[in-house]
C-alpha cells in the first residue's frame, strides 16, 4: 500500500467590517480571527456576529500575508524554522 502525503488546506480570508473597522477575517485553529487593518488582531466571539459584515475573498497573496503576520512576521518564520542536518 502507498503512502499518500496529505497536504494543508488554504485558509479562506474575506474582506470584513467588525465595529466600523476594515480588515480581513479568517478561521484559524477552529476560531473566527478579525485582522484589523490598524494592525489589531481580535478573536470574534458570538456576541460579536451582529456587528460583523463579511465582503469578498481575498486572494492567496494577501491570506499569506495575514498568516505570516500571525505568526510573528517574515524574520521570525525565518529564524525559527527547524535547521536539521541529513
Known sequence: MATVTQTQTP??????H?????GVLSKVHGELVFFSDAGDIITVEPAMCNFLTVLGEVGVA?????MDRLHGSYAKIACTRRQEVA
Open 18 to 22: 467588525l465595529f466600523e473597522e476594515a
Open 62 to 66: 494577501d491570506c499569506q500575508r495575514l
Open 11 to 16: 485558509s479562506k480570508v474575506f474582506y470584513a
